[in-house]
């Protein structure tokens, strides 16, 4: 079965009492994307939660995105074999964004190997799901920018492309949860598509 993983990285230097606390907040954060796409009568049949550490700490590697997900697939944590699609959440970095599988050599993916994909998604971010506020971002604020890169990774849905200002792949970061999936949007490269359609394609959520 096609699944969704969410994998918190903890490094050398990432603290003890943390580590609970950013756990609790990827549950929650599943559990409101989960509500949210179940207004559009979806569902992730399998989407799952783990933890790994890696011996460095997480200054070696910051933003670099590249080479975490090379050291963990080294390591055999994770697998672009077109069956998983990887959310990585290191717990001590600063990232963001989304790498097709092709990227990684991935085998068995769709439309060229790049779905699914792999997401990235730093400790501001953690920090605002574990403790509801983090600077200017919220608990919201993280749920969106979460949502909006499965959106990417799962569905290939692009990014600022003929969608509405209230679409989850606008103002995902600003409107969760009262941002949308669009039955008229972007889809590949500009043409226009149903968004719900595009996310079922690949198997990684289905219609419920």
Known sequence: MKAITFLLVN?????????????????????????????????????NIVETSLAASGA????????????????????????????????TCQMGGTFGGDCFGQKNG???????????????????LAYGKEGSWTKNMACGAIAHELMHSIGLLPDRTFHASNCVMTSGLYGFPNCVLETNGGIFGGIKGDEIAALTRYGFARRC
């Open 11 to 47: 490094f050398s230097d990432t603290p003890a009492s943390v580590k609970a606390p950013y756990l609790r907040g990827l549950v929650q954060a599943r559990q409101e994307i989960s509500a949210w796409l179940l207004k559009y009568n979806l569902m992730v049949p399998s989407w």
């Open 60 to 91: 070696t590697y910051n933003e670099k995105q590249w080479m975490l997900t090379q050291h963990l697939i080294a390591k055999g944590v994770v697998k672009f074999d077109g069956q998983t699609a990887w959310y990585l959440f290191p717990s």
């Open 110 to 128: 769709q439309e060229a190997n790049r779905v699914p994909g792999v997401s990235f998604f730093g400790k501001i971010g953690l920090r605002a």
